[in-house]
């Protein structure tokens, strides 16, 4: 069922617990059969190492090519053809796999191994061989340029992560500088009152000491007046 939903991260963890690859259903279709059917190469590779055979008898006598073939999957068709897979095996109605393909490209691979002798059955396979080389080379190309654009990618995040923080950080000493301005400013003031308080004191202090005095003189002269007063 996990086969035939299409769930191969599924298939591969019953694969790897242990559940048969070559279980049948009630017609005759092992898990290969379905997961040919929907191209899945990964869940192909997990089965036939789990031990699913090539050429399992399926409903109305399909095999796992037959299906691959019929739904147009052609790099999974030449991948089972790599692998083995006999195209000359007929269903229940005398079907080769090469009746029921799909596509020119298809049609022709098949027809090329279904019709030719042994010399040209090798001589496809070692074109496919060589095709499955080039597309290995290609993807190891576009990993490799893949890999560098997120090099390339993270390179460019690090400069810009790096600029925010110089950035973060220059505003941050401007705010502290701001704020030491502040503080040193509210300082003085504070000073500047200080100082203008103290003045004002002083300047009261000397006010009630010159008043003191005077009034002292005052009443001196005042008595100085009363005395010779009293020598008359």
Known sequence: MAAREGHWEVVGKLVAAGASAVVKSRVGDTPLHWACYHGAVEAVDQLLEA????????????????????????SLVAKLLLLGANTRARNDYGNVPLYLAKGEEMVAMLSR??????EARERVKQELEEEAERLLAIGQVEAEKAAQEVEARQTALDAAAKKRKEEDDHEARLEAEEAERIRLAEEARRKAEEEARAAEEARRLAAEEEARLAEEAKKKKKGKKGMKGKKK
């Open 51 to 74: 031990g699913a055979s090539l050429e399992a008898v399926g409903d109305v006598g399909n095999r796992p090519l037959h299906l691959a073939a019929a739904s147009g999957r052609y």
């Open 113 to 118: 191994m279904h019709k030719g002798d042994d």
